[in-house]
């Protein structure tokens, strides 16, 4: 089935440090998503993203669309203590229709006051 | 209130229970999902409705089934539950139209559920 591989699996990080991580596909998606899950929650919406190249901030977030579409990135600027949590990439895989929503396996993120 | 609500927010079960789980929204999509998520594998679809007359199973349904009652119900059982199905589970809606949106999943706060 389709691979979407999300890194770094964890990190810890100084309160104050900007923080990135990304998602690669082995195939085209037409759309990412990014979430962030907080413990005993659903994901949260943080940035949708529905363009090849497309750039898009939230915030201290930033999200962009990579041009050949199979990858997306995810910044946070100076990282607080509620940055804490899990963020997840999703994709929505163009060949297989319009349904379909492919995710990470996560970015555990700990940040160190 | 909270637009995409589950109950139960946890339960504990027996193997070879019948479990079912409920999701309830208030944002009036017509798409509805389920999700599983375990540890270090992120969320995989379990099932997914495009409308009440719509089911269609997603990547690891064997072991579960759905109902949609209504446009805004999506429920999830497990006929006879066995220990590898402990997990927390998702329900997600999304919209239809809206340019821009429509691929948006907004999600529940997750049911708990543990088979022993």
């Known amino acids: 089935g389709q691979q979407l591989n999300q890194s770094p699996q964890s990190m810890f990080i100084q309160e104050g440090e900007d923080v990135s991580m990304n998602c690669t596909s082995s195939?085209?998606?037409?759309?990412w998503l990014w979430y962030k899950q907080d413990p005993g929650e659903g994901p949260v919406l943080l940035i949708a993203l529905y363009k090849a190249g497309e750039l898009t901030s939230n915030g201290r977030l930033t999200a962009q669309f990579g041009i050949t579409r199979k990858d997306s990135f995810l910044n946070i600027s100076a990282s607080i203590p509620s940055d804490v949590g899990i963020y997840f990439c999703a994709g929505q895989d163009l060949p297989s229709g319009t349904y379909k929503y492919i995710f990470g396996t996560g970015t555990r993120l700990k940040v160190l006051a | 209130d909270a637009d995409v609500t589950q109950t139960p927010r946890n339960r504990i079960t027996k193997t070879g229970k019948r479990i079912m789980l409920e999701c309830s929204q208030t944002k009036g999509h017509d798409r509805m999902y389920w999700y599983r998520q375990d540890p270090g594998l992120g969320l995989r679809l379990i099932y997914y409705?495009?409308?009440?007359?719509?089911?269609n199973k997603g990547e690891i349904s064997d072991g579960y089934s759905v109902s949609r009652q209504a446009q805004a119900k999506f429920s999830l059982s497990l006929e006879s539950a066995i220990p590898n199905q402990t997990a927390l589970y998702f329900c997600?809606?999304?919209?239809?139209?809206?340019?821009?949106?429509?691929?948006?999943?907004?999600f529940g706060p997750g049911t708990r559920l543990t088979v022993l």
């Open positions: 409705s495009f409308d009440v007359k719509d089911i």
């Open positions: 195939s085209i998606f037409n759309t």
């Open positions: 997600a809606t999304s919209d239809l139209g809206t340019s821009g949106s429509y691929n948006e999943q907004f």
